[in-house]
Nanobody
Framework: EVRVVESGGGSVQAGGSLRLSCVATGFKRADYAIAWFRQAPGKTRREREGLACYSSHDDSLLYANSVKGRFTISRDNVKNTVYLQINDLKPEDTAIYYC???????????????????WGQGTRIDVSS
């Protein structure tokens, strides 16, 4: 079974940077996807915001339009880890950040609304002004 574990959150001042890590293991298929979402305070699980996605199908790195420029997703296949680098953090980035995985092909930009099956426990980022 696929297992997903995030780490790397913390408390930072506005303007700082953090790199989140997601170790995802147990894939049985060659095609799989790993994505980052966040849930802001007061928002429900259904309101989680998609941020970025890695697809093994073609090693593509996909982004939500709202985070292009400050967020960078990357993949280290040796370490089975997907990273999310966040620069110039803002108070509105305060949220719990989740990594999600699907042991199947997730087509293109559809990742942002795809019902990923496997989720980590989340890692919290608090940004103070």
């Amino acid at each position: 079974e696929v297992r997903v574990v995030e780490s790397g959150g913390g408390s930072v001042q506005a303007g700082g940077s953090l790199r989140l890590s997601c170790v995802a293991t147990g894939f049985k298929r060659a095609d799989y996807a790993i994505a980052w979402f966040r849930q802001a305070p007061g928002k429900t699980r259904r309101e989680r915001e998609g941020l970025a996605c890695y697809s093994s199908h073609d090693d593509s790195l996909l982004y939500a339009n709202s985070v292009k420029g400050r967020f960078t997703i990357s993949r280290d296949n040796v370490k089975n880890t997907v990273y999310l680098q966040i620069n110039d953090l803002k108070p509105e980035d305060t949220a719990i950040y989740y990594c999600a995985a699907e042991d199947a092909y997730v087509a293109g930009t559809g990742w942002i609304i795809f019902p990923f099956e496997y989720w980590g426990q989340g890692t919290r980022i608090d940004v103070s002004s």
